[in-house]
């Protein structure tokens, strides 16, 4: 799968809300069966690095959160790679 459907799939966990990263992990397991094979955190990290969702320390979820913006949302991801 290309890399900017990939983005776009889990875009569609977030909708409006900050989520940690076991909770984006749970939404893919519920909506697409799909469960990421190595750290998804790391994975998280690398979608940060190239724009594709934010991230901060909370210190209220224990770990990360992570979400998308129009920011995000108006990058182009075509051709990029993972």
């Known amino acids: ?3 900017e459907n ?4 889990i875009w569609m966990v977030f909708g ?4 940690s990263t076991t909770e984006v ?3 893919l397991k519920e909506l697409f ?3 990421c094979p190595d750290d998804f955190a790391k ?3 690398k979608l940060k690095q190239v ?8 210190f209220k979820k224990g770990g990360w959160v992570w979400w998308v913006d129009d920011e995000c949302k108006n990058k ?6 993972l």
């Open 6 to 9: 990939i983005v776009k799939y």
């Open 43 to 45: 994975t998280m990290s």
């Open 16 to 19: 409006d809300d900050k989520l």
């Open 76 to 81: 182009d991801f075509t051709g990029m790679m």
């Open 25 to 27: 992990e749970m939404r």
């Open 1 to 3: 799968m290309e890399f």
């Open 51 to 58: 724009g594709a969702v934010k991230g901060e320390v909370s």
């Open 33 to 35: 069966d799909y469960q």
